[in-house]
Nanobody, 126 residues
Framework: QVQLVESGGGLVQAGGSLRLSCAAS????????MGWFRQAPGKEREFVAG???????????DYADSVKGRFTISRDNAKNTVYLQMNSLKPEDTAVYYC????????????????WGQGTQLTVSS
C-alpha cells in the first residue's frame, strides 16, 4: 500500500520553470518504480517521465519525446519524495499532473502502475 500526494502546481508564464513534488507514504518507497503522467481536458492521460532502480545505485529514467531536454525526474528516498523539474515550459504543457507508483519495473506502461495521486494542475500562459 502506497499513498501519494502531489503538490507544486500553479500558473507560470511560457519559458518559466516549476517543480512538482510527490510525497509517498506506506511501504518501502525506494523499491518502487515512480512515474509522472499528465492529462489535459478532453485528452487521454499520457506518460511524462519514469524512474526505477536497476540494481545498486544504478537507475533507469525515461521521458516522453515532448519533454526530453526540458523535464527531469528525480527522487529523494530520505524524504520519500519524487520530483519533476520542469523548465522551458510551453502552453501545451498545461494539464493535470499525476504521480504514480508500481512495485514492478515498467516505466511508460501506465496500466502497470498500482498507485496514483490525486493530481496537481499546471497552467502555462503564453
Amino acid at each position: 500500500q502506497v499513498q501519494l500526494v502531489e503538490s507544486g502546481g500553479g500558473l507560470v508564464q511560457a519559458g518559466g520553470s516549476l517543480r512538482l513534488s510527490c510525497a509517498a507514504s506506506g511501504r518501502t518507497f525506494s523499491s518502487y518504480t515512480m512515474g509522472w503522467f499528465r492529462q489535459a481536458p478532453g485528452k487521454e492521460r499520457e506518460f511524462v517521465a519514469g524512474h526505477n532502480w536497476s540494481g545498486g545505485r544504478t537507475y533507469y529514467v525515461d521521458y516522453a519525446d515532448s519533454v526530453k531536454g526540458r523535464f527531469t525526474i528525480s527522487r529523494d528516498n530520505a524524504k520519500n519524495t519524487v520530483y519533476l523539474q520542469m523548465n522551458s515550459l510551453k502552453p501545451e504543457d498545461t494539464a493535470v499532473y499525476y504521480c504514480a507508483a508500481t512495485a514492478g519495473r515498467a516505466l511508460g506502461a501506465q496500466h502497470e502502475y498500482d498507485y496514483w495521486g490525486q493530481g496537481t494542475q499546471l497552467t502555462v500562459s503564453s
